[in-house]
């Protein structure tokens, strides 16, 4: 799978896992986010996400904390979403 981390309106990090079919490129131009953080190929490994690599097009790779800001993303309980 790869993934990008935007910056939203109030300037936190949004994340966005897609297929590896999928370009980054192609992903960011769907995106209603302007800034692109950090992109790369995201992998669940040993019950933990695994960020590496990046895209030459878009001049972003896999940061540091990439793996910790997809977690608590998907920890946080979401409103208005099915059960």
Known sequence: MKYLICEDFSG???PFIFPDKVAHLDMRDQLPYGKVISA???AFESGRFVCSG???ELGASALPGDANCIT???AEPRGGGEA
């Open 12 to 14: 936190q990090p949004v």
């Open 40 to 42: 790369g190929y995201i």
């Open 54 to 56: 990046g895209d030459v």
């Open 72 to 74: 608590a993303f998907f």
